[in-house]
């Protein structure tokens, strides 16, 4: 069977799983990674710079992430420090206003006494 797209040819073995085989495939590839090479080596590059300067910069991110995470982690305290105790006050206050059976007891809903 021939992909038309990709003009390589297909093969499927009998796992199940594609091969891609044709003569000038590896060649061409061959053929581009040393073009690719040349390139790069008159920029002066070397492939242990590459390797090195990609290590590096997974570092980067990986301490970069948890940097942000240790910076929310500090913003996550310094807001409990405020909400935490006004919602403990609030929740507090709400059970104290409460009767016996639940009800929330409303200032103005009790009878006043005219008597001075």
Same mark, same amino acid.
């Given at each position: 069977m021939r992909l038309a797209s990709s003009g390589l040819a297909k093969e499927e073995s009998v796992d199940?799983?594609?091969l891609w085989w044709e003569s000038g495939f590896l060649?061409?590839?061959?053929i581009l @990674? =040393?073009?690719v090479?040349?390139?790069?080596?008159?920029?002066?590059?070397?492939p242990f710079d590459l390797l090195d300067s990609l290590r590096r910069l997974a570092t980067r991110i990986y301490d970069m992430g948890f940097a942000a995470i240790e910076k @929310? =982690?500090?913003?996550f305290l310094l807001g409990a420090v405020i909400v935490f105790p006004v919602w403990l006050v609030v929740r507090v206050f709400r059970l104290m206003g409460r009767t016996s059976g639940?009800?929330?007891?409303?200032?103005?809903?009790q009878p006043r006494s005219l008597e001075p």
């Open positions: 199940g799983t594609v060649i061409r590839l061959a @990674s =040393l073009v090479g040349v390139v790069l080596a008159a920029l002066g590059f070397s @929310s =982690l500090r913003y639940g009800e929330v007891l409303d200032p103005r809903s």
